[in-house]
């Protein structure tokens, strides 16, 4: 989280029945929108993301109604089960959770017999657990050439504002995210994009809801305002990282992301180990996951890493426990960040003992040394 960002949310909380909030919020809702590149309505709840999945859930399904979701990782398997909670029929197709999910999948199960009375797809854009991307704009384009009903919702928690995402331009119906990854927040604000066929599909949906009404947040937010007491001092630090993405510009902010991924996986590569996606295109712009050899336990590398050199990696999720740990690289982020990432993680691989080349450090630099002389 950038200094900016949090000095800005230290400001003292305004009144949010007032005109200077009122301001505030058609200004955040209207700058949402080209975040997530659409000219459809942005909600924004005080949540984590899991209130945004249950928030596109409730507000369009009915009980009974068909949902096809993949196990793309530990992410897309908990919104599945949101999705069950609600006596929705999740049809939970298995999947490799090393490979992005594809268009021919999703099309595949469509076309079975017990798809029938599917209404929604969920698709996780950027598995968090496993540091895989999947091709969003494949499946929202065979969707649409198939003129299939169902709606597609996406999830692009650890995704939007560090890949390239377009709700409008792929035909996504709900999309949803968090604030604390590409946005430069905190956790507790949550993010849901909606198309006309949502909107369409929430006028005769049968699940109650109360608190997630898209129907109260939209009646309010068109004069300023929430349907309850909003997170006031978090939409001051949205306000500010805003204000930093639209500085930098999009197209640079994405393509920052890329090239810092890049020079993660050379570190990879380069000490021998193995990225979890099986496909370099397919690989996350958000962080990087480093599969241990056999043998190795990644926490026992995550904790030395965190008693010996004081930084945080994340942990494997999961059926991944133990096997991978993971590297984020998002949000305010730059070549030195990573650099000083990469030579912690060397540190700690060599400390704990896992046979590797001591070369990570050194590729990553001459990665981003060459992509600096092209640019």
Not at 332 to 337: D, V
Request: aromatic fraction near 8%.
């Amino acid at each position: 989280m950038p200094d900016r960002v949090l000095r800005a949310m230290s400001r003292p909380t305004i009144d949010h029945r007032g005109p200077e909030f009122q301001a505030m919020t058609h200004r955040l809702l209207g700058e949402m929108k080209l975040v997530f590149r659409t000219e459809h309505p942005v909600l924004i709840y005080p949540s984590s993301a899991t209130g945004a999945w249950e928030a596109a859930i409730t507000n369009v399904l009915s009980p009974g109604d068909g949902v096809l979701a993949f196990n793309q990782g530990f992410f897309a398997e908990k919104w599945a089960e949101v999705a069950g909670r609600f006596g929705l029929n999740v049809q939970f197709k298995p999947w490799d959770s090393r490979r992005g999910l594809t268009a021919d999948a999703v099309m595949e199960a469509l076309h079975s017999e017990r798809a029938r009375n599917v209404k929604a797809i969920l698709v996780v854009h950027n598995e968090t657990s496993t540091g895989v991307t999947s091709d969003v704009a494949a499946i929202g384009n065979a969707l649409r050439e198939s003129s299939c009903p169902a709606l597609l919702m996406v999830d692009t928690v650890s995704s939007l504002g560090a890949t390239d995402f377009r709700h409008d331009e792929w035909e996504v119906d709900v999309t949803v995210t968090g604030s604390q990854k590409g946005l430069m927040l905190p956790p507790g604000l949550s993010f849901v994009a909606l198309s006309p066929r949502a909107l369409a599909a929430s006028e005769s949906s049968g699940l109650p809801n109360s608190y997630w009404s898209w129907r109260d947040h939209l009646e309010f937010n068109k004069n300023g305002f929430f349907p309850y007491t909003p997170a006031t001092n978090l939409f001051f630090g949205l306000d500010e990282a805003l204000s930093m993405l639209r500085e930098e510009g999009l197209p640079d902010v994405l393509q920052r992301h890329t090239r810092l991924a890049g020079a993660a996986r050379a570190a990879v590569s380069a000490w021998g180990l193995e990225g979890y996606p099986l496909e370099p295109a397919e690989s996350s712009n958000a962080l990087t996951a480093v599969m241990m050899p056999d043998g190795v336990d990644a926490d026992e590398v995550r904790r030395i890493v965190l008693e010996q050199f004081d930084m945080s990696l994340g942990t494997g999720l999961g059926k991944l426990q133990g096997r991978i740990f993971r590297v984020g690289h998002l949000g305010h982020f730059n070549a030195l960040s990573l650099m000083g990432t990469l030579a912690g993680v060397e540190m700690g691989l060599v400390s704990a003992g896992v046979p590797v080349n001591r070369e990570g450090v050194s590729a990553a630099m001459e990665f981003l040394l060459n992509k600096s002389k092209a640019e």
